[in-house]
């Protein structure tokens, strides 16, 4: 059987009829398993962390926006190399 983490959706604790309760899953699909401490000592690191860049330490939103910004300054180097042969170009015909 899978083990699924579960979460109230309130910071409410408590299991009451209006604190629903859902399952959260990884962006990859798969279950974080929710242990036991020891447990977490014999289960391996694919399955106690997440399965992208920057795995435990950043949350998805942080990698888009770095893989965005990352993008996005690559391409301003091309434009900018783009331009400034257009422009010597320009001054050879001259």
Not at 2 to 15: A, D, F, I, K
Not at 32 to 51: C, D, F, G, I, N
């Amino acid at each position: 059987m899978v083990s699924q983490r579960l979460t109230y959706r309130r910071r409410n604790g408590y299991n009451t009829r209006s604190n629903k309760v859902r399952v959260v899953k990884t962006p990859g699909g798969s279950f974080v398993p929710a242990l036991r401490p020891r447990e977490y000592a014999t289960t391996s690191k694919a399955q106690k962390t997440v399965r992208r860049a920057y795995g435990g330490s950043r949350c998805g939103n942080c990698v888009r926006d770095r893989i965005v910004r990352a993008f996005l300054i690559e391409e301003q180097k091309i434009v900018k190399k783009v331009m400034k042969e257009a422009e010597g170009k320009k001054s050879g015909k001259k």
